[in-house]
């Protein structure tokens, strides 16, 4: 892996160097950090450019309308990596600590309990955005037309969700077991033939958002079937081989594992479900504002999740590293490797904050050139670029979280940024015209600087390496 070369690799080790070279990572780790963080970040850059040139697309054909109502939608889509995240985040502690054990037969069943949760949990959204999206996408929308745009959009992206869960287990599965070139190829290629399938539904074929929409849930299901076949047979054509297999014999379930998958991962489902229900409300108070900011807003929001995709492989590749040194009992070593991401990922969250925060203009263009929206666009984009430089700091301290099982710091961290903090300046601009806008540019950056605070906190205090024995392979439990 460490043979493959491409830009970003190379700009992560330039970066990743000269924060060694001023003594605040270890120059060795720095290396193995890049070859396993950066097919994550080139996964994350490319699924969430497929949403980001969804906005775009429907803005082209359709207008602000159709950003307004995609962004609607798009909080319900995003429960699917809420649910199946969460699980996801269980699943990598676990198969990393017992790869580091080498206990594979272990791990193969933790990775069928996790697919298992993961359907179960899915399949009633699923049914109920298929019965009701109506009434769904009302409740927080606003504007005829944005309302009936996603409606449209929700019933079919439904489809979707479960497939987009499993694809998360998978994935985990991968990086847990030191392999994140994989999970790359697959789910970037799959976000590629997604924004292909889009355009082609989008303007060839005049769809609208139901065609972005179903090329969502062609590229999720196709994906699924890839890592499916792969995990089963511990290699696909043209991918070559997978670090673990996990077949289709065997055993295929154990109450042990499925305890500790859901003592670990249930924190995580209700820390990304507190930040996605978040969403909800705060839409509806952008609303308030008009479809204009609402538009704004959404693009905005694009543009932070392309700006976090550092988080899809420092945070992983932390768990990953991390969890993999516990397993083999070395807390000392895990912690290392806990602090050195951590500081190797801010210094990226910089260069990529300050780059945006020069470009936002120009970025702001391609989704919108209307003056009457611009300017909101920009600034949003802006304020947003501070907002990422905490979000790294979470994504960083989380990873070390994850992969011990000490996953309710999260949890919590989530509930005070969005629900004690953000919400509450957010509509501050509502009560107090003279604030106006202004409350929800505050709110922005709260929302991602109070859960860095806490989970930091946690991180520091080094409470999770104690937790982590009670999750190692073949532990027993202390008091």
Known sequence: MAARYNPLRALLLAVGGLVARAGLIARERVERATDLAWPRIVTGIARMSRTTADVAMVGIALGPGAIAGVGYAQPFWGLSFALGGGIAGGTIGLVSQRYGADAHEELAVAVKVSALVAIAVTVPVTALYLLVPGPLIDAIGSGTDAVALGTDYLRIVALGIPFAALNLVGSRTLVGADDAWTPMVLRGGGAMFNIVVNAALI??????????????????????????????????????????????????????????????????????????????????VVGLFGPNVVAAYVVAMRVRALMETPNWGFSMASSSLVGQA?????????????????????????????????????????????????????????????????????????????????????????????????????????????????????????????????????????????ISRDYRPDATPTD
């Not at 499916?228 to 991918?239: N, Q, Y």
């Not at 499925?258 to 969403?279: F, H, K, Y």
């Not at 922005?444 to 205090?461: K, N, T």
């Open 203 to 284: 303007f060839g074929f005049g769809m609208g958002v139901v065609g972005a929409a179903a090329g969502t849930v062609l590229s999720n299901a196709l994906v699924t079937l890839a890592l499916g076949v792969g995990l089963a047979r511990g290699r696909l054509p043209v991918v070559g081989e997978f670090p673990v297999t996990v077949p289709v014999s065997g055993p295929q379930f154990d109450r042990s594992l499925l305890a500790d998958l859901i003592e670990t991962a249930t924190p995580l489902v209700g820390a990304n479900l507190a930040r996605n229900g978040g969403q909800f409300p705060k839409l509806y």
């Open 326 to 466: 516990l397993g083999a009992d070395d807390e000392r070593e895990a912690g290392e490797w806990a602090r050195d991401v951590l500081r190797f990922s801010l210094a990226v969250f910089a260069v990529i904050a300050a780059g945006t925060f020069v470009l936002a203009r120009p970025i702001g263009r391609v989704f919108v050139d209307d003056p009457a929206i611009l300017p909101t666009v920009v600034v949003f984009i802006r304020v947003t670029c501070l907002g990422v430089l905490f979000s790294g700091v979470y994504g960083g301290a989380t990873g070390p979280l994850r992969a011990s099982g000490d996953t309710r710091w999260p949890l919590y961290a989530q509930l005070a940024g969005l629900y004690v903090f953000a919400l509450p300046v957010a509509t501050v601009g509502v009560l107090v015209p003279a604030v106006g806008v202004t409350a929800l540019y505050a709110a922005v950056v709260v929302e991602l600087a109070i859960p860095a605070l806490v989970v930091y906190y946690r991180y520091h205090s080094g409470a999770w390496k104690v």
